[in-house]
């Protein structure tokens, strides 16, 4: 069975288990994706290379959708050079993203953290529910490449984020559970959400407001040329 494969038996297995299992079966998808490199995903090369970028109208982004079902959803992003994908969050989500081109800078933000309950207040506390502000901690600000092992999010810790293109084009895997689109426990779709920096109250303690996606970033496909569960 192929490295891909293998990959994506495991991320079933972790996302459909039982709560007992989850660490476990959460540290082996781990491992597999932190040996999971560009080899074993087949990319048109023109995608990694300056010449498509260039081209008038290009979007900054190009997405390849590999897998989804109701548990998982799995796919590639490819950056063009020195792209800001726009801070974002994954509700009540798991995500591992692994760096297979290129390199990337990824800031990770949490919410309800000890440092953040010392600012919060009554204004202050809703997330993604309205344009009200709300606090978070920067906890993570890494520079990665596929040297690096795969970053991960949790519903609530790294959950909010923006990755930074360094120089050339680059490129990550990402698993995200459960997907987009999806119902959460209150019987709400699971959007994506985008945001702006309102202030820096303290080293690392933001606050945050909900904003419309930039006009500047939007993302177009292509399509995934290699084989599953073959």
Known sequence: MS????LLKQALQTFTCTREMFQQNLEKLMNLMNKTSIDDVRINPVLLSNVIWEKPNKAPATYVHIYEDLNITVGIFVLKPGLLLPLHDHPDMHGLIKVIHGK????S????????EIYKNENTEVFSESMTPFIVEKTSEVIVDPSNVC???????KNIHQV??????AAFMDILSPPYD??????EM???NYYKVLNELAPNIFQLQK???PSTFWTDSAPFIGKLFA
């Open 164 to 169: 930074e293109c360094i120089n050339g084009p």
């Open 182 to 187: 999806t119902l959460n426990e209150h019987g």
């Open 211 to 213: 904003t419309e996606s």
């Open 151 to 157: 970053s991960i999010l949790y519903p609530e810790h």
């Open 3 to 6: 490295q891909l494969n293998l």
């Open 104 to 107: 990337v800078k990824i800031t």
């Open 109 to 116: 933000y949490s919410l309800n953290t000890d440092n953040t």
């Open 190 to 192: 699971r959007r994506c």
